[in-house]
């Protein structure tokens, strides 16, 4: 084989793995929100498997957030550093849990309480205390009153916002802030788009963000600025079921593991 013909295969070996696993890509700092669903035990045919992070798993990508110099955050800090324009922490994460699955409380607040680390967690309010598989108000009280989760809105129903009319989007985006704000008693400050970056478009935004809220989240991936002023929604980089560490050390260096 020749020299040409040898660099010409292991080029088409390598340039794949760099595109899938950007390894070409320098490691970058900034505001760091990681997208979560599930904690607990799924089979790979199980179609929420790449939704679903082991417990152990977890704890492991803590450990790791940890040694890197990552420091686990809330709202408030994200608040802090916009009004003081202090990079500190210098290297924040914020943990985000989508829809508010019941195993947030059996499996993800054990291990929140371990760590002592914060969790931000997006409710589908109608889901709440009325599907089994879902947490319940009482649950999301006891959380929100041990001061390692806060709740944002994931909307009323879940419904793909840019399809509905903007009547709806603002019922959907305030009905939900509303009853949130009405159980718990505090502030509901974050909305998380159901169906990600695909759920809204121009037209969605301005009336959300009209509801009050003061951070909005979509599932695009990358890094964020720090401090985060608003301009965009956040980005946030998402750890799949059945990724290795490796996975999740290109996750929280890059924002993204994966095109």
Not at 75 to 101: C, E, I, M, N, Y
Not at 186 to 213: H, I, M, Q, T, W
Not at 225 to 250: M, N, Q, V
Request: net charge positive; proline share 7%; with cysteine.
């Amino acid at each position: 084989m020749t020299l040409w013909l040898l660099g010409a295969v292991l080029l088409a070996v390598l340039l794949p793995a760099a595109y899938r696993w950007q390894f070409w890509r320098l490691p970058r700092k900034g505001l760091l929100c990681l997208m979560y669903h599930h904690i607990g035990q799924a089979d790979p045919a199980d179609g929420q498997f790449a939704f679903t992070i082991s417990p152990q798993r977890f704890g492991q990508q803590l450990d790791m957030l940890r040694r890197h110099g990552f420091t686990p955050v809330g709202l408030d800090a994200l608040t802090r550093a916009a009004q003081t324009g202090r990079k500190t922490p210098s290297r924040p994460v914020l943990l985000t849990f989508d829809d508010g699955h019941a195993d947030n409380y059996t499996q993800l607040f054990p291990l929140l309480k371990k760590y002592q680390v914060p969790a931000l967690i997006f409710l589908v309010t109608d889901f709440i205390g009325q599907k089994p598989d879902y947490l319940t108000w009482p649950q999301v009280r006891e959380m929100q009153q041990s001061g390692l989760a806060e709740f944002g809105s994931h909307t009323c129903s879940h419904v793909r916002l840019r399809t509905i009319s903007d009547e709806e989007i603002r019922r959907e985006a305030s009905g939900s802030k509303k009853e949130i704000e009405q159980h718990l008693g505090v502030p509901c400050r974050a909305f998380c788009y159901p169906f990600g970056s695909g759920g809204f478009d121009k037209r969605v935004r301005p009336l959300v963000r009209e509801a009050g809220y003061a951070y909005d989240f979509s599932t695009k991936p990358g890094l964020n600025p720090w401090p985060y002023k608003g301009k965009k929604t956040l980005l946030r980089a998402f750890p799949r079921g059945g990724e290795s560490l490796t996975d999740f050390y290109i996750q929280i260096t890059r924002g993204k593991s994966k095109f």
